[in-house]
C-alpha cells in the first residue's frame, strides 16, 4: 500500500526551529518529486515547498512565503522527507502535508498521494 | 506568480444537482491543472489531473475540462458522500498554487 506518514509536529515558540519528517512506503521514493502543503486552520491549501526525485540543491523550490526560512530535503535510502522550518511565525501554524507527485521521473505534476498531516503550532 | 481564482466560494446544492465549478488562471497555464476534493479534519483527494484526465478510482460523475486560462470542474450529479471543499491548482513552471477553495454545502 503506498503511504506517506508525517511526524514532527507541535508546539514551538516563535523564532525557534522544528523539523518534519514524512515517511513513505509502497512505491520507488527515488522516482517521485515530492512536496509539502500547508493549511492554516480553517483556511485554504497553500504549496509550501517542493524537491526532484534526486534531492539535489538545484532540484528544491520554495514560496516566497518561507524562501530562506525552510529547507526540503530527502534522504532516498531511508525513503524519508524532511521539511526544516527556522525563524518560525505565527502565520506558520498550519497543518502540514506531504504529498508525492503523479509522475515517476518527472517534475512538476498533481499530487496524488498526499499523508494525515502534522499540525504545527506556533505560539508563545 | 501565478494566481488561481476559483467560483464560488460556496455553493448550496441537492443531491441528483449538476454542480460546476470554475477556476480561472492568472496567465496560460496550458492544461497543467488538478482537481482535488477535501473533507474535514482529512487529506485532499486527486480527483482530476492535465484539466481533463480522471484519476484512478474517481467516479466518472466527475469531470473537467478547459485550457489556457478557464477551467471547470463538473459533477454531473451530486452524491451524499460530495459535499465537501474542492480546490484547483496549476502546476505549471516549477510552481504549484491552489485556488481558494470552492465549499459545496447541502441546500
Known amino acids: 500500500e503506498v503511504q506517506l506518514v508525517e511526524s514532527g509536529g507541535g508546539l514551538v515558540q516563535p523564532g525557534r526551529s522544528l523539523r518534519l519528517s514524512c515517511a513513505a512506503s509502497g512505491f520507488t521514493f527515488s522516482s517521485y518529486a515530492m512536496s509539502w502543503v500547508r493549511q492554516a486552520p480553517g483556511k485554504g491549501l497553500e504549496w509550501v515547498s517542493a524537491i526532484s526525485g534526486s534531492g539535489s540543491s538545484s532540484g528544491t523550490y520554495y514560496a516566497d512565503s518561507v524562501k530562506g526560512r525552510f529547507t526540503i530535503s530527502r534522504d532516498n535510502s531511508k525513503t524519508t522527507l524532511y521539511l526544516q522550518m527556522n525563524s518560525l511565525r505565527a502565520e506558520d501554524t498550519a497543518v502540514y502535508y506531504c504529498?508525492?507527485?503523479?509522475?515517476?521521473?518527472?517534475?512538476?505534476?498533481?499530487?496524488?498521494?498526499w499523508g494525515q498531516g502534522t499540525l504545527v503550532t506556533v505560539s508563545s | 506568480d501565478i494566481q488561481m481564482t476559483q467560483s464560488p466560494s460556496t455553493l448550496s446544492a441537492s443531491v441528483g444537482d449538476r454542480v460546476t465549478i470554475t477556476c480561472r488562471a492568472s496567465q496560460s497555464i496550458s492544461s497543467w491543472l488538478a482537481w482535488y476534493q477535501q473533507k474535514p479534519g482529512k487529506a485532499p483527494k486527486l480527483l482530476i489531473y492535465?484539466?481533463?484526465s480522471l484519476e484512478s478510482g474517481v467516479p466518472s460523475r466527475f469531470s473537467g475540462s478547459g485550457s489556457g486560462t478557464e477551467f471547470t470542474l463538473t459533477i454531473s450529479s451530486l452524491q451524499p458522500d460530495d459535499f465537501a471543499t474542492y480546490y484547483c491548482?496549476?502546476?505549471?513552471?516549477?510552481?504549484?498554487?491552489f485556488g481558494q477553495g470552492t465549499k459545496v454545502e447541502m441546500k
Open positions: 491548482q496549476q502546476y505549471n513552471s516549477y510552481s504549484w498554487t
Open positions: 504529498a508525492k507527485e503523479r509522475g515517476s521521473g518527472s517534475w512538476g505534476d498533481a499530487f496524488d498521494i
Open positions: 492535465k484539466a481533463s
